[in-house]
């Protein structure tokens, strides 16, 4: 069974920092670029990073780029989103998702291209 659990969510003020972490099983982990997407009430599922399978080539929304990180430990089939200077925008549920892809950058800002996703954590920032 495949399975995305995402971790580290919760309430921070503004310009505090977080850590997402996201474990997956159920699949070659190392094969699947990863991403995060995010979610704010009424509005639609948005990119938020996403690192690539074969080299861990990092891509991001550009109005996060220098304040989150995405990374990967692929001997723990795991992936992080550290999240610094974080604003009251940044607030939604945060998903990370997995996409099996011919091509390492292919697909990796669409939703829709995603293979599997996990139930999501609750990022919310205070002004």
């Known amino acids: 069974e495949v399975q995305l659990v995402e971790s580290g969510g919760g309430l921070v003020q503004l310009g505090g920092s977080l850590r997402l972490s996201c474990v997956a099983s159920?699949?070659?982990?190392?094969?699947?670029?990863m991403g995060w997407f995010r979610q704010a009430p009424g509005r639609e599922r948005e990119f938020v990073a996403a690192i690539t399978w074969k080299d861990g080539n990092t891509h991001y929304l550009d109005s996060i780029k220098s304040r989150f990180t995405i990374t990967r430990d692929n001997t723990k089939n795991t992936m992080f989103l550290q999240m610094n200077s974080l604003k009251p925008e940044d607030t939604g549920i945060y998903y990370c998702?997995?996409?099996?892809?011919?091509?390492?950058?292919?697909?990796?800002?669409?939703?829709?291209?995603?293979?599997?996703w996990g139930q999501g954590t609750q990022v919310t920032v205070s002004s």
């Open positions: 998702g997995g996409l099996r892809t011919p091509a390492p950058d292919f697909g990796l800002k669409l939703s829709t291209a995603y293979d599997y």
């Open positions: 159920g699949f070659t982990f190392n094969d699947y670029a």
